[in-house]
């Protein structure tokens, strides 16, 4: 029987049929010991399994995980428990939503681009929706506006909402309509919120922006997939305060800027890092204005942190 998985808790699964029925589901032993899962999950959130129901109690809906299909994309972090590792966050996924916001907390732009790089290695195409509009005045709106105006420019679609009066809620919809869509971003940017507004009646815990740090309070634990109530599916993930660079080399990082795409052949260099090398094009085009100065500053601040891993 085959059945796409909801919700992981670690040891069980939420698993539901097509047909809708919803199973308590464990995993084989087999694929706790497979080596070639490299990842500290074996099954994520939007994977298709095989299942075997448990038929000797028929009302307590359980079932053994026999198979995990062939994954189309996945997104992954570096885990928790130990930092060359790495976690898979979700799988089988149309496309991400990066909850964000201007001020409490303050989304900083390198968190955006770590985003962003991950989703793109994985060919996940990303929609940024700022958080928290009510709260912006002047200074925020006008700091929005840069943002807004940057990544617009790479080819990233940006939204501007609030999940408090509700305000450019409707446009979210419309985006999430018939496709799997995650749903991440920092604690305490509003996501739960946002969420419950697209889900009436789920009702997710919120928290309040830790005063004392300005980040906000983690409130969810496990990845979980919901049904949206007009086509489609929402994953919500636990909010993530970093989000490393996993298993890309320093070599192919600069594919991941989108911007930088078109330059990268035209420099001189096959293995070019677009640091200090001569004949580079991309460096060409940050000294033009043809590609933002913070995002290679974000691209030059990445590549050590891979440096640092895997060397």
């Not at 105006?149 to 909402?161: C, D, E, K, T």
């Not at 009436?200 to 109530?229: I, N, Q, R």
């Not at 677009?274 to 085009?285: D, Q």
Request: proline share 4%; net charge negative; aromatic share 8%.
């Amino acid at each position: 029987m085959q059945a796409t998985v909801y919700k992981s808790t670690g040891s069980w699964y939420v698993v539901k049929t097509a047909t809708g029925e919803t199973f308590q589901a464990r995993m084989k032993g087999i694929f706790k010991k497979n080596e070639d899962i490299t990842s500290t999950n074996p099954i994520a959130v939007g994977d298709f399994v095989e299942i075997e129901p448990d038929d000797s109690d028929a009302s307590a809906k359980n079932a053994m995980i026999t198979g995990i299909g062939e994954r189309r994309n996945y997104i992954v972090r570096s885990s928790p428990h130990g930092k060359n590792k790495k976690h898979i966050v979700a799988a089988n996924l149309d496309q991400a939503v990066l909850v964000c916001t201007i001020k409490d907390p303050r989304t900083s732009l390198g968190f955006i681009d770590r985003f962003l790089v991950t989703a793109a290695a994985y060919h996940i195409p990303v929609i940024l929706v700022f958080n928290k509009k009510d709260l912006y005045r002047d200074k925020e709106m006008e700091k929005y506006e840069e943002v807004a105006a940057l990544y617009s420019s790479i080819g990233y679609r940006v939204m501007l909402v609030s999940a408090s009066t509700s305000e450019g809620v409707e446009e979210v919809k419309e985006a999430l309509k018939d496709k799997t869509t995650l749903m991440s971003g920092h604690s305490g940017v509003g996501k739960s919120s946002l969420i419950n507004d697209l889900l009436p009646g789920l009702d997710l815990k919120t928290t309040a922006v830790s005063g004392w740090s300005g980040k906000g309070l983690h409130t969810t634990t496990f990845a979980e997939m919901y049904d949206l109530p007009d086509g489609g599916q929402l994953i919500d993930t636990p909010g993530v305060r970093e989000f490393g660079i996993v298993d890309i080399p320093k070599t192919e990082l600069s594919h991941y800027f989108l911007e930088m795409q078109p330059y990268i052949s035209e420099c001189q260099f096959n293995n070019c890092l677009h640091l200090n090398e001569p004949g580079c094009a991309v460096k060409a085009a940050v000294e033009a204005g043809d590609i933002d100065v913070d995002r290679y500053v974000s691209y030059a601040a990445m590549l050590d942190t891979i440096q640092e891993e895997q060397y």
